[in-house]
């Protein structure tokens, strides 16, 4: 298998830790270790004398005990843990897709999500979010893409780039197609717990279909990607044995250290999450002037969800765009292409604290170079 290159995680590469200002991370704020410790009394004593051999092969039973709690549905034995999402992703398509297969894919997203699959001859059909609704997705659009072939369904919920949460009647809507063609629902989840209003979270995939396999990580939804924790979520038993199976020839296991502090934010996921939507809803108030001062040159759709949105550029190419401002700002931004979106649009964070002054900076370019 020879993947396409990652061309997001190509442009990181270069520039992620030698830009001046990061203004399109997906992540939010993080922490230090010892903030994190310090969420508990007597954790950094315990956090000392962890045991550093071979940990359990789908997670510490600890942890696993914690994000089960995250579920409805969900035990100890129905969860993997994994070294991050991507490995989550990659195991998933290489066990339950083979050459010839087909599946529908949430698009604009994370390359992973059908770069993957298109490396191992699946066919891919995008399904396209519809900015002129608010980046919505379209239920009905379903039946145009289905095949006989047709494996999987996946989706990004709260998603990346659009911050797009769909309401629960489309959710329900898509659930009630991926269960009628008895296709795997492979739910991407990871800014689940980063809805701007809390009471429009909906519930995790596998807690209402039992072929749906949820995607977690503690790098969106808690802020901690040094962890390099992630996790699926399933009550397929067929594919829980699979994963299980071909992580031997992943990682094997994960990190003891990783897994000890993973426990300890999991136990701590509304302290955490409150603390990254807090951090957004504050940059948002701050976007939202901004984005109307510069409507000339930035369309602007508000997220409801996650710590990313994807504004759209009015005038000139979006790649260009991003060029000139690093260049002359020192403020990196993600061009759409690099989404597979053309070059219309560009992908900002919105989940640092230091937002308010990188965009300060962002804004003082603009009136320059537009004004």
Known sequence: ??????????????????????????????MSIA?????????????????????????APALRRELATLYESIGIDDLIVHTGAQEAIFSFVNTMLRAGDH??????????????????????????????????????????????????????????PTGYLPDRERFDAIVRFARSRGLWLFSDEVYRGLEHDPAHRLPAAC??????ISLGALSKSHGLAGLRVGWVATRDRDVLAAMNTFKDYLTICNSAPSEYLATIAVRHTDALTQRNTAIVRSNLAALDPFFARHHEILEWQRPTAGTVAFPRLKQGGAARFCSQVLERTGVLLLPGALLDHGDTHIRIGVGRRNLPDVLGIFDNYLREQCG
């Open 35 to 59: 903030d994190l410790l310090a969420l508990e009394p007597g954790c950094a004593d315990n956090f000392s004398h962890t045991w550093l051999g071979y940990t359990e092969y789908p997670g």
């Open 103 to 160: 599946m529908i894919v949430h698009m604009p997203g994370y390359q992973s999500h059908y770069s993957v699959a298109q490396a191992l001859g699946v066919s891919v059909s995008p399904w396209m979010a519809r900015e002129s609704e608010g980046w919505a997705l379209d239920p009905d659009e379903l039946e145009k893409l289905v095949r006989p072939e047709t494996k999987a369904l996946l989706i990004c919920a709260p998603h990346n």
């Open 1 to 30: 298998m020879n993947p396409a290159p990652f061309q997001l995680e190509r442009y990181f590469a270069v520039h992620e830790f030698t830009a001046r200002y990061l203004m399109c991370s997906s992540d939010p704020e993080s």
């Open 207 to 212: 807690d209402v279909y039992e072929k749906a």
